[in-house]
């Protein structure tokens, strides 16, 4: 078949990377100069390093393995301790915290060349029995069998074929950075989150000595940036425990990226006739259960399975997006809730902290299973 993609993040190029693996033809239009590289790090857990080593995507030197994941309160008393080593034994596939830039290069490797067609927005989608018809905004089109929008969360191809339904805004933000900050935690396999009345901080090693750091914390979408996210987190986040105050003296503005917090509903039909979606085009949520990757990949693993000569092309495509809502919906639910940027009750907390980290583990693990279609081997 002939495959056509918009944009060219996780979700694209994992999707083309499976497609053509399977001998269909497929093109990327994707708006930027070239690949984006931005961002700071993902989360890679066993659900998703299970559909990119389906894939062919090794993520091996790429990032950091995080064994541990010690949550503790804002005064630095223990709160859950979860052993992710269970789900590398129940999996094959450990848990890897990644540079999205080596990400996108590990998935970008092998491609050919002319794969991605850059500087090349979709201006008008136009569905018609059999097959599908792009306009660029360049007046250019660019027809074929099928079309995924891959194009983020103001995705122009769920535009088309949805309507104008934009996610909302949850009323938070992610300001996050990646670098050579608290060594100690850098090198090792132990992620660490601290949480009270300001939100949540997150450090996670990413390999090579980098750490990921990340503040969520109340902040709309549409409220102005503050004259310095640095000063600001000072103030919000500045009583907490060690080591934030440590990373607050060591970065700058300048290594402070901001995310908004939005979140999709997720309807049972993504797509109309032979166009669908793919990653936060069709279910953008916040990233407090660190899945928004993990989710794309999986969407590329299944529609590239589905797609693998359907009898009925229109058919597949609803089957695929039937299949991975029950999956994504049950992930935008909780992750809507922002629940995990929250101080656990102090009855909670006491039973939670007496828990085993392996019980912990499993506990994850059950949520990693229920999110996934790789793990259940879905077709």
Do not use: C
Request: a neutral charge; proline letters at 5%.
């Amino acid at each position: 078949m002939e495959v056509l993609v918009a944009g060219a993040g996780v979700g694209g190029l994992a999707l083309a990377r499976g497609l053509i693996d399977r001998g269909h033809r497929v093109r990327v239009l994707e708006a930027a100069p070239g690949l984006r590289r931005g961002g700071a790090a993902v989360t890679i857990f066993s659900n998703g390093a299970a559909a990119l080593a389906a894939l062919g995507v090794d993520l091996d030197g790429a990032g950091g393995r995080t064994d541990t994941l010690a949550m503790r309160t804002a005064d630095g008393r223990r709160a859950v301790t979860a052993d992710l080593r269970v789900l590398h034994r129940a999996t094959g596939r450990p848990v890897t915290v990644v540079a999205r830039e080596r990400l996108i290069d590990r998935l970008a490797a092998g491609l050919p060349a002319d794969l991605v067609r850059f500087d090349t927005p979709v201006d008008g989608v136009e569905v018609r029995d059999g097959y599908v018809t792009v306009v660029d905004a360049a007046g250019g089109e660019h027809r074929a069998d099928v079309l995924v929008g891959a194009d983020g969360y103001r995705s122009a191809v769920r535009r088309a074929v949805l309507g104008d339904r934009p996610a909302r805004d949850v009323g938070w933000s992610t300001w996050q950075g990646l670098g050579r900050v608290l060594p100690e935690l850098a090198v090792g396999t132990t992620g660490l989150l601290l949480v009270g009345d300001a939100g949540l901080v997150g450090l996670m090693p990413a390999g090579g000595g980098v750490l990921q750091w990340w503040f969520d914390t109340r902040w709309g979408a549409t409220e102005p940036e503050p004259a310095s996210a640095v000063a600001m987190l000072r103030e919000r986040f500045g009583g907490y425990a060690e080591p934030v105050p440590a990373l607050l003296d060591a970065v700058t503005d300048a290594d402070v990226g901001r995310y908004p917090h939005v979140l999709h509903d997720v309807p049972d039909v993504w797509g109309r006739g032979t166009a669908t979606l793919v990653g936060d085009a069709a279910h953008a949520f916040p990233p407090t259960q660190a899945q928004g990757a993990n989710q794309a990949i999986e969407d590329a693993w299944l529609l590239g399975r589905l797609l693998d000569g359907p009898t009925d092309l229109v058919a597949a495509l609803r089957r695929y997006e039937g299949l991975r809502a029950r999956r994504v919906r049950l992930v935008a639910r909780a992750a809507g809730t922002e629940s995990t940027n929250k101080p656990l009750p102090a009855a909670v907390r006491l039973v939670a902290a007496a828990l085993p980290p392996a019980v912990v583990g499993r506990i994850h693990l059950a949520l990693i299973r229920r999110y996934s279609s790789v793990l259940h081997d879905e077709r």
